[in-house]
């Protein structure tokens, strides 16, 4: 029987412990733009309303729909903004609605060397309700070049307008990397950008790849190989050859350093360090794991396995997927203490956990009526509610470096395939067009761009 059960065998007693605990030793706390501490938190997911005010110079343009599409597109999955009369139907406010601001747009031109008027920039002005430009926001203008523009040019544009007005950089265009299994191939890393566009491969070796983890940067990645010689973990930096961090050892001199496997990990802020999964004497635990001195530190000394670990921003709370109940349940740990808190509970399997980005919420699996569905935990407050339904598996979800996105992994065209979606559980998109049969998994996502 696991100790915090044997102490505290009601459930209420133990969130309430664990809550106390949390809050009295975390030093977490929500963004803030005054000087007064505003604690906030809880489920909520907010968008900025605006309508798009074509001017005359832009709408006499002949590809005009075209680009208000375009820019439509961009603004719905940056996640930021919903918009009058949108294509998109979670992102769409309909024609009257009350709206946040309005986005000015407009051409502007210069006389050629012929005497004709040409259309050299794009410009986007965001104003309040009345029309007057507001001053916080600055510089969207976008090149024409040949009377077009770039959509990678525009993606930068709204992520630099989502950034003034929120005080994070957009996601649009960064990359996320994921498994992928063609039929009759091993299984390897690949990597795609939030436009489904840029599929490419990142690991290029004969074994088995999984389980990939960008760096708090995105300079680098590591990954786990599976081969008839054991596990690794490979480390890559994209300027050098790939190197093994980790691997499984059965033939040391002495048994305690014997591996008989290796997998992970999560890594430390500053990209040092990473915490893995290691197993030695047949028991599976977490280690810290500091990559420049090759020396690993054990974490957590129950004997049941202990893995998928992932630590918040500030290096300091663990969450991680035990079996110790009978069941895989998700559990917390602050490093430097001993005792793990239970966070999850029922007779279904959680997994997956993922810290959100500013270590408020947790996103996670959880088996519900024999499928596995995303999940979304508040765990200061114990707010717990299902992202995903449906009669197929919506899994392994990872967090967009802004907190307003996940990618995750879902089974709905019975393939296992990748998808993103709002915080809120709205807004879900195929993320990829590989063919049917091409099965993908395990998605990571950096703010890096390739």
């Known amino acids: 029987m696991p100790i915090l059960k044997y102490f505290f065998p009601f459930r209420s007693f133990r969130f309430f412990l664990f809550f106390f605990f949390l809050c009295s030793t975390s030093s977490l706390q929500a963004q803030t733009y005054s000087n007064e501490e505003i604690v906030i938190s809880g489920l909520g997911f907010a968008r900025f309303a605006v309508t798009m005010v074509p001017e005359k110079s832009f709408s006499d343009h002949p590809d005009a729909r075209r680009w208000l599409r375009i820019i439509d597109r961009n603004l719905c999955w940056s996640g930021v903004f919903l918009v009058t009369d949108s294509r998109y139907r979670t992102c769409r406010t309909a024609s009257g609605d009350q709206v946040d601001m309005k986005i000015l747009l407009k051409l502007e ?76 191939r091993r299984k390897i890393i690949a990597r795609i950008n939030t436009h489904g566009k840029k599929l490419a491969a990142i690991s290029k070796n004969s074994s088995i790849s999984l389980l990939p983890s960008w760096s708090p940067q995105g300079d680098a990645i590591v990954y786990t190989t599976l081969s008839r010689t ?143 569905q995303i999940n979304l935990m508040d765990p200061f407050t114990g707010e717990d509610h299902s992202l995903t339904k449906g009669r197929y598996n919506s899994e392994q979800p990872a967090w967009s470096p802004d907190g307003r996105q996940i990618a995750f992994v879902s089974s709905s065209t019975g393939v296992d395939k990748l998808y993103i979606m709002f915080v809120d559980g709205t807004g879900r998109r195929r993320l990829t067009r590989t063919p049917k049969d091409f099965a993908e998994g395990s998605p990571t996502w950096t703010a890096r761009k390739f």
């Open 230 to 372: 054991g596990t690794a973990i490979i480390y890559n930096n994209f300027k050098n050859r790939p190197v093994k961090l980790l691997r499984s050892n059965t033939s040391a001199t002495r048994a305690s350093n014997n591996f008989l496997s290796v997998s992970g990990g999560s890594w430390f802020s500053r990209g040092r360090k990473l915490v893995v999964t290691l197993s030695r004497r047949g028991n599976t635990d977490l280690y810290s794991f500091d990559r420049q001195k090759r020396k690993e530190t054990r974490l957590t000394t129950h004997r049941s396995i202990d893995t998928v670990p992932d630590l918040s921003a500030d290096n300091q709370h663990l969450i991680f997927v035990s079996d110790r109940t009978g069941h895989e349940q998700i559990f917390y740990l602050q490093l430097g203490t001993k005792i793990p808190f239970q966070l999850t509970f029922g007779r279904g399997s959680s997994s997956d956990p993922a810290w959100s980005p500013d270590g408020t919420l947790i996103a996670y699996s959880k088996i519900s009526n024999g499928h596995s």
């Open 109 to 184: 031109r210069k006389v050629s060397d012929t005497g004709t008027l040409v259309s050299k920039h794009l410009m986007l002005t965001v104003a309040d309700n009345d029309g007057l430009p507001l001053r916080s926001v600055r510089n969207l203008d976008l090149p024409l070049r040949k009377n077009r523009f770039r959509e990678a040019e525009l993606m930068d544009l709204i992520n630099n307008m989502s950034a003034q007005l929120t005080g994070l950089e957009g996601v649009l265009g960064s990359t996320i990397a994921f498994t992928l299994k063609q039929p009759k």
